[in-house]
């Protein structure tokens, strides 16, 4: 995907130049390799900061709540449908976003990369659908689709579904995912070895809510764990209160959850957070046949009341 | 919200939803009853309990 960075440039300055948009939210290269960083361009002379490869995993929609510009913002498959969310929840308007299409390949994890090897990474080249890694004293070649991020491995919407431009033609959608298989194994379980399991799961919660922030959908001025009046979840890290945490969490994100994974690849100490918001997602999917972020024109399931809404569980 | 949670490890049957108007009220006195009979089968809750804590 590194072709791609000569034609973001390409078109964030010719929209800057223009008067298109006053700012392109793109990302440029981070301080280290693998973190790749959101950054925002004001002056057509500095396009050249932006970057594009496959560690550029952060959801740039998550940057433009309450956004007064006009923004242009490099896009990916997951990225367009947050930005369809936000449009849908009235965070930022159609007009005010100009959406640069980036057909996705997939983004790297970075702690399988650092899994795979010993010693530190200096530097994570790609070369098409092979990744090289190189360190001090060692270097070695792995499959990208070895060390892809566990959304990314089972995605099937890595075509931007909202854009203005794309960088490239779509790449082909993966036909026949089973994007439920880790849910249904949970599923099988009975309940109180569901319990351990997350209990397990969650047992490194350090609380600090980077899943949080790195969440498009948290958008709240003040978020639920940050009220003391009332205060609806307690601020230790009791395994009760950090539960409650993750489930509340997952809630707020029921229906809208686009499965970016910005939340799993923000968290420090690497807890599969996905788990409780991919079972929502399944839900929603089997329930009301939706899947959020695909379209405007409709508007999600728990946002309106249809007569043929499942009712089952009401007594 | 009652799939997630029992998909969390919360036993079927402990989390009961329904809706009942203020004049039905001898549907009102069903659901107790059968709330009460299927928590008292389950036992006392072991999970989801925030132990206090102790001092002295």
């Not at chain 1, 976003?97 to 530190?120: A, F, L, Q």
């Amino acid at each position: 995907m590194i072709e791609y960075t000569a034609k973001i440039r390409e078109i964030a300055e010719r929209i800057l130049r223009d008067g298109t948009v006053d700012a392109v939210l793109g990302f440029r290269r981070g301080s280290i390799p693998m973190m790749n960083e959101p950054c925002l361009v004001k002056d057509p002379a500095q396009v050249q900061t932006l970057v594009w490869d496959s560690n550029c995993g952060i959801n740039l929609a998550n940057y433009l709540i309450g956004r007064k510009d006009k923004i242009g913002v490099v896009a990916k498959g997951c990225d367009s449908r947050n930005i369809v969310t936000h449009i849908i929840e009235n965070q930022i308007t159609r007009e005010q976003v100009y959406v640069i299409g980036v057909p996705c390949t997939g983004m790297i994890d970075k702690r399988k990369v650092s899994g795979s090897t010993g010693g530190e990474i200096t530097e994570v080249l790609e070369e098409g659908t092979r990744v090289k890694i190189k360190g001090a004293d060692f270097e070695t070649t792995v499959d990208k689709a070895d060390v892809l991020q566990d959304n990314c491995a089972i995605c099937v919407h890595p075509n931007p579904v909202l854009h203005d431009e794309r960088v490239a033609e779509p790449v082909p959608v993966p036909q026949d995912k089973d994007r439920y298989e880790d849910v249904r194994k949970v599923e099988a379980l009975d309940p109180q070895a569901k319990w351990e399991y997350f209990e397990d799961l969650i047992s490194g919660c350090i609380r600090c809510y980077a899943c949080r922030n790195a969440c498009p959908l948290c958008y709240c001025p003040t978020c639920f764990v940050d009220e003391s009046k009332p205060q609806w979840v307690g601020k230790s890290i009791d395994p009760v209160d950090t539960r409650t945490f993750h489930l509340l969490r997952a809630y707020h994100c029921a229906g809208r959850c686009t499965d970016c994974g910005a939340c799993e690849r923000a968290c420090p100490v690497g807890i599969k957070v996905r788990q409780f918001t991919k079972k929502l997602e399944k839900d929603c999917r089997e329930l009301y046949n939706w899947e959020a972020g695909l379209t405007l024109d409709v508007r999600p399931p728990l946002d309106v009341y249809r007569p043929e809404d499942p009712g089952d569980f009401i007594k | 919200m009652k799939n997630l949670l029992e998909h969390s490890g919360i036993e079927p049957g402990r989390l009961h939803f329904s809706w009942v108007s203020s004049a039905e009220s001898t549907k009102f006195v069903k659901v107790v009853h059968e709330v009460c009979a299927a928590v008292k089968a389950l036992g006392p809750a072991r999970n989801f309990v925030k132990k206090m804590a102790e001092v002295a």
